[in-house]
């Protein structure tokens, strides 16, 4: 059986042409997931097209599947009547391991027990629906559903154009608002959470969940992140101890049943939340999906699907399971649909294709997102599809109801933009409203909406707050490369001694802020290979510590951590920048220059984007003490390792003028001083300028201001006393003194960092900023150790992925 698309789509396919649509599905699939490190995925930009009467059918038989699940699970983990029936697989239920004992008699608060189910359908050739799996414990899918609307959409906006469909959004709306309804207790908003594992190695997973808690509008937890306590669940806040108001109502789970607690289901590689069914038992907190779900998964149980409805629906089963052997029979071949030609030829051909639909509660029982993701079924490497549902031509809404929150119009309205500029935003935080038009006088509604206090959790704040400190480094580091790149090119071809020791004390300085040992110190700085080598190892080599390209892939992976919580905006300038890192390590012999300018334009859009778009609480204030605390040291490591060593005055010069470069204080150096760069002036300016956005003085201003609106509830004076006595020996120190020659210190010693090899190789004698700057690198860390112990769990104080002071 052929799938006749509409009228419409294969017209402007047909315009799109060939090259049209393979640079659609290019765009489409370096968009996808574009945040991601994982393979990038093939997408076919012809969409599997599903009309309103073929819609109704397969959604009709989608929700009487999981109203059969839901009542099976009531049962299995209620009074158990199936298994003493002659129908149900009773042998095959009662030995898989699926089947949680201690799951039973936990109760419901909704009028359902399952939340969320994604099911798995293929078309036949004689039109039949059949289903293939179902996903109950840990259904997924939505994520990736909006994920590949948004590229599409964005990639091939003439072919949304082209046909009016049932948007995503809305849906997701409607389910944030039953939920909320489900939720809510004691006169209060509920508190609802979403748990995942964030698995580094399925990153695509990772992705599709993070979604789908953004879409509902619920935070990201880990179960390190919650505890149990008197049959109630709660967060473990950042830095204040738990109290009533950090109760959690409804976990979304993702995670598998059997990982969830050690306690009553075992040891899980998560560690799981200790207590969490006797809390689930209590009914304080409701699990979405139940415990042992995944029963609902048994092949025997699918199999007996037919009769069961008839038995406790008595409904004959709509969508039937597939056969065991697909393809066996005429009957069974399955139906195709219009595609891109896998062998990459101009023409269309047919491919069949397999359905991934997700059934969610509402108030009014289940809804099925209307659309989804499908997959190429065959014999070729496999494609991902978008799934279009039309709107019926006589679709429409109550008068006065045609416009939705926010201004755009809903589909059936006249309205001829598809789903290319809807689907390409970003979904909505606020939670929906009750559905229904505003009066005509404007009137007040009551939209019976309970505000929800925003949730911050350890582990969150540890994400933001190392967040942050990434931005800073990579930033930094960038900076710092770029221009000492761009000086030793001037230097290189200079014959003088003052330009060799320019040279040789910045390439060493590179190797000192970045603590990437022994790095230039043990190189000729005249030798261009080895330079460049070492350099190209900082930029590529993201097992190195300390690297350009470490701190990158650690800013990477932070940043997929807070999807939830930052803006869409921010994964285009992600993947941006993992592009120009790709070039780096090409051979294209790409200026190295450009592509250290190309971070640096990344950090600063990266920054722009965070500064426009996070709200200015708890987690900003987290990610400005990481930001300043780290910012900090830098510029102290680099004042130490260019000015800890008299020189020259030209050799002194040529080295002030990089550090003003790296600094971006030039400008205010030559409108406060009018005079060529000189250590002393300079140092004045990075050490107590309070309107220089990159001195010492202003990130100190800053992060005193910032510590003071932490939540404290008693004062902790291992957070002030760093910083108070950072402030105070800062203040005191005057820049001629400190580039004095220490009297009594070897050339080349160092105070506090006795590891490190010491730059005497660079020449001159050194002065005392070695030893202040080691002082006050000390103060820092030690500050950022009792933020970390104070505010984030101390066995988790230096984050997996983190390396502290590399």
Known sequence: MRIAAPGAPVDELAALGPRGRRLAATSAASMFAADVSAPTPVIDPVPVVLDAEDWDTLSAGLIQRVRLLDALYADLYGPRTVLGTDVAPAAELLQDPAYLRSAIGIPSRGATHLFAVTSTVARQADGSWVVLEDSVDVPDGAGFALELRRVLSRCAPSLYRSTELRRLHPFFDTVRTALHRRTRTDGRAGRTVVLTAGDPDDPLRAFDQSWLANLLGSPVVSVGDLQTGSGSLTLRLPGVDSDPGDTVDALVRLLPSAQLDPLDLGPTPYGGVTGLVEAARCGDVEMLNPFGAGLLENPALRAALPDLCRQILHEDLQLRPAAPTVGASTGAEPARWLSSDPAGGDDLVERPVRLRLMVIASEDGYEVLPGGVAHTDDEAPEALKDIWVTVPETFALPEGADEEPGGERSPGTGSTSGGATSEGSAPGRADAVDSGAAPANGAGVDLGVLTAYPAMTRSIGSDLFWFGRYLERVDSTARLLRTVLDTSNDLGSERSASAGTAQAVLLGAVTDVTTTYPGFLDLDPQDPESVRSEISSLLTDSGRPGSLAQSYASLAHTTRTLRDLISDDVWPVIARMRGSFHL??????????????????????????????????????????GRKLERTMGLLSLLRATLGHRRTRAAEARIAGAVALITESGASYRRTFHAAVQPELLLELLLHDTTLPRSIAFQLDRLNSTLDRLPEVTPSPELRAPLTALRSRIGSWEPQELLRPASGTAPGSTSAVASAPTPAARGGAPTSMLEEADAAIGSLRELATALENRFFRPSESTSRWGIDDV
């Open 584 to 625: 780096l390590a090409g051979s294209d012999n790409r200026p190295l220059e450009q592509g250290l300018t190309d971070i640096v334009d990344g950090c600063l859009t990266l920054s722009g984007a965070v500064a426009d778009s996070m709200p200015r609480n708890l987690g900003w204030d987290l990610t400005e003490v």
